[in-house]
């Protein structure tokens, strides 16, 4: 044989075209443009478009997102693909104007106090004006100050790590309706090491997390606003989609196969490829496999020949939700809107979960003179919720609006985006059945997972998740 003879095409087949998958698609593209190897990529959609529900629709003069409608830049990877794709100059970051959340209390929007970021306070005197806690409550979280770091190391939920820390109405008024608005999760349940393990963090290095909060926010200088830290969010000047359709336009030289379900895996001698079998009676051979599918579907594709992995993907719990998009005039609302949304804790007993006001957050949203609302509904804590058609669901959440912002009339649009079973819980145990998952997904050389059932639900953990599928798989073929 020639040495200096070409290396033989090498296939590889990334399932799923979400945002995980078309990060892993291009991130292939990438490595073998700058390796120059030959390499065929074929991407599986099961749906007739690419990027799932998610996406930018403009609707009578609104610019509206169906999924997320931003992602954090503090986590880079988001921040890194668009620079590569050519969007850099794209970016936008939420007007400082509305930089605070409201959150409902006795049926009354109130802001929460400046200075507290999902679960922690970087200023005290807010906190005491604040008609969020009660006096006991106030005096509790002060407690937070004094007392001794946990030792004993073990996850813990998020319920369990503020109540010890903070105190139950921290918890239920303030910390509950803000994760849960991110993670649409139970947070008697929600592992915290999984999900927000810099609080972990901050109290083994300070004791307490409001000494470190304080030092945080001093160091950084702004510790203006009060929820989410929302200066550290971005989004594309007219919505999520740019990011898609770049994502997209680089696949050109891929095979992107729409309407194409993956049905059946059967893996190749020694677990070195494998046979894909599509609904349409198709059989392909591929030297490596990315499977960016929410967890319990991969497990359906590997559970006849790798039985204890598919038993843990399965074992992950996903919620499902919905979002529902509404344009309003703003003659035709009371509230002043002045923030960037609204959170709902459980304790109040409301039918919504959150409201965003986007058109608040980010320019062009919604036309002159108009608000653009997107109310989320369902979770693992109101999961009955979604069984609702479409008509039901807007009138209920027509209901909330007016009672809870003084919303009136018909709105000028409507759009309703269902997520269902998309949202996977990271539950008490989290990290250690994500190891049992990759160690056992290791002893298969031609598989690799990807997605938000792992290490990160947000846009930069699935690029992420899906750029290092990719590069695991070049190095290896």
Request: charged share 25%.
């Amino acid at each position: 044989m020639n040495p200096a003879a070409p290396t033989s095409v090498r296939r590889v087949a990334v399932i799923g075209g979400g945002i995980s998958g078309l990060s892993a698609a291009h991130r292939l593209t990438e490595l073998r443009s700058e390796s120059q190897r030959p390499l065929e990529i074929t991407l599986f959609e099961a749906s007739d478009r690419l990027a799932g529900v998610m996406g930018t629709e403009e609707i009578d003069g609104y610019h509206v997102e169906t999924g997320a409608d931003s992602f954090i830049t503090d986590k880079p990877w988001a921040v890194d693909l668009a620079k590569r794709l050519g969007l850099e100059d794209r970016l936008i970051s939420p007007d400082a104007n509305y930089r605070r959340s409201l959150v409902l209390h006795n049926g009354k929007p109130q802001p929460i106090p400046e200075g507290f970021m999902l679960l922690a306070p970087s200023k005290i005197g807010p906190v005491l004006k604040s008609p969020l806690l009660s006096p006991w409550g106030k005096l509790r979280l002060g407690m937070e100050y004094l007392l001794p770091r946990g030792n004993n190391g073990e996850d813990e939920s998020l319920a369990h790590f503020v109540r010890r820390r903070l105190g139950r109405e921290v918890l239920d008024r303030i910390v509950q309706p803000l994760v849960g608005g991110i993670y649409t999760s139970d947070p008697e349940k929600l592992s915290l090491r999984a999900t927000l393990p810099r609080f972990l963090d901050m109290e083994k290095e300070h004791r307490s997390l409001i000494r470190a909060s304080r030092r945080q926010s001093t160091r950084r200088k702004d510790n203006s606003g009060s929820g989410a830290r929302y200066g550290l969010f971005a989004t594309f000047a007219t919505g999520i989609s740019e990011l898609f359709e770049a994502l997209i336009a680089s696949l050109k030289n891929c095979d992107v196969r729409m309407n194409t379900a993956v049905t059946r895996l059967t893996p190749g001698p020694e677990n070195a490829s494998a046979t894909l079998e599509t609904a349409d009676g198709r059989h392909e051979e591929f030297d490596a496999v990315i499977a960016a599918l929410p967890a319990y579907r991969v497990g359906d594709l590997v559970a006849a020949f790798a039985a204890p992995l598919a038993a843990q993907l399965q074992s992950i719990e996903y919620a499902s939700s919905a979002i529902v998009v509404t344009g309003h005039r703003l003659a035709d609302v009371a509230n002043p809107l002045n923030a960037f949304g609204l959170v709902i804790p459980a304790v109040e007993n409301r039918k919504i979960l959150a409201v965003s006001f986007t058109s608040r957050k980010f320019p062009d949203r919604a036309p002159n003179d108009c608000v653009q609302l997107r109310t989320f509904v369902g979770g693992a804590m109101q999961p009955g919720l979604l069984e609702l058609d479409d008509k039901q669901l807007l009138s209920l959440v027509r209901s909330e609006l007016a009672e809870l912002l003084g919303v009136q009339g018909e709105p000028q649009i409507a759009r309703i985006a269902r997520y269902q079973q998309a949202m996977p819980q990271y539950h008490v145990g989290h990290l250690e059945r994500v190891e049992r998952i990759e160690a056992a997904a290791a002893t298969l050389p031609f598989f690799e997972l990807a997605g938000n059932a792992y290490h990160g639900v947000g846009i930069p953990d699935c690029v992420h998740s899906g750029e290092q599928a990719a590069e695991r798989v070049f190095s290896r073929i």
